[in-house]
């Protein structure tokens, strides 16, 4: 009796080859072809001229990006899906593009390019020390290419501080980057003081934004290494941003307690962070996160909201209130003694 032909097995397929899919993206971002085709140039012979490009290549890039799904094509017309107008073209206010550099780039790549390895020894001897380097331009990258994306959370981050608007409030951020979370408290607060803390180059990226957002005369600097430098004390907010899933729970409890030591009387943690369920397997952009701190730091992980309450309940905090940033995946929890 014949076997019937097998089924190819798409997910498997989809998986191992998702590296073409977000190399034909990047290229996209990279040679400016949906900004393009948003400005009114929507032929490949017209797209291949303004980016002095072979017209065979564009053509086939997007025609793998309409099959994508990131454009549409009408005869030899193309044109953005709601998406790409919304998160790829560099005219919209919601333009995501620049965090190819940093989701990309090869300090990120060499992580995953070693996984094997990282699985075998529950940890990365790859990326680690490059996220630790003071001179490091990998959050340079960060720092300049994920704004935009975190944007919505720190906006909604601020909203959930519970401050009087006119109250002064002193606010040290941590590990700062691009400054987005420090100064969406600014915008909040008119007469809020920002501390912002990270490497030096990096602060650099955080100033040109807060004088970008009309914030520079309340936004101040901590350069250095957060675990070493002296921070300050009687700050009424915390922002610990996308951080503590870089380190091992016993590291994060220490800084935990080292910051509770910061605050004022009354004062608040703010963390925001990926947490996947109790289950760790939903929901699937949270699930998928301890992925990433696997292959690129030698002991981080994604935290449940249980284990965090767990760290901060263990250094004082005894009240911790877990609050979703939806539609952004990122949770947030503010803790108070």
């Known amino acids: 009796m014949q076997q019937p032909a097998p089924v190819l097995p798409d997910l498997i397929f989809y998986t191992l080859t998702g590296f073409h ?7 996209g971002i990279d040679l400016d072809i949906f900004t393009r085709i948003g400005g009114g140039t929507t032929t490949s012979v017209n797209l291949a001229a303004s980016t002095n490009a072979a017209e065979r290549g564009v053509r086939i890039l997007c025609d793998s990006l309409t099959a994508m799904g990131f454009l549409t094509k009408d005869g030899s017309e193309y044109g953005l899906t709601d ?6 073209d560099k005219n919209s206010r919601a333009y ?64 959930h501080l519970g401050y009087q608007i006119d109250q002064p409030i002193k606010v040290l951020d941590i590990a700062a980057g691009h400054g987005i979370f420090g100064i969406m408290t600014a915008l909040k607060y008119p007469n809020a003081q920002i501390f912002a803390a990270d490497w030096p180059n990096v602060l650099t990226v955080a100033s040109e934004n807060a004088v970008k957002f009309g914030v520079a005369d309340r936004f101040h600097t901590i350069p250095g290494n957060a ?26 409890t220490k800084f935990l307690r080292d910051l509770n030591g910061c ?22 952009m949270s699930a998928m996160f301890p992925l990433v701190m696997l292959a690129a730091t030698p002991a981080g992980d994604a935290y449940t909201f249980v284990e965090l309450k767990e760290m901060c309940e263990s250094v004082g905090f005894s009240h911790n209130e877990l609050i979703s940033l939806e539609p952004s995946p990122s949770h947030l929890m503010i803790s108070t003694n």
């Open 21 to 27: 899919r977000s190399a034909a993206l990047k290229t």
């Open 83 to 88: 998406i790409a107008a919304q998160f790829l």
């Open 96 to 159: 995501l593009g620049g965090a190819a550099e940093f989701l990309m780039s090869d300090a990120q790549k060499r992580g995953f390019d070693d996984l094997t390895n990282a699985v075998v020894n529950g940890g990365s001897s790859v990326t680690g020390e490059a996220s630790m380097d003071p001179d490091s331009e990998m959050w340079v990258k960060f720092a300049r290419g994920m704004m935009p994306m975190m944007y919505p959370a720190a906006e909604m981050t601020a909203n």
């Open 227 to 252: 675990f070493e430098s002296e921070l300050g004390k009687e700050y009424d907010v915390i922002l610990l941003p996308n951080f503590l899933h870089h380190f091992d729970r016993e590291t994060c």
């Open 263 to 284: 605050l004022a009387d009354g004062g608040k943690v703010a963390t925001v962070e990926f947490m996947p369920n109790d289950d760790r397997v939903s929901p699937p």
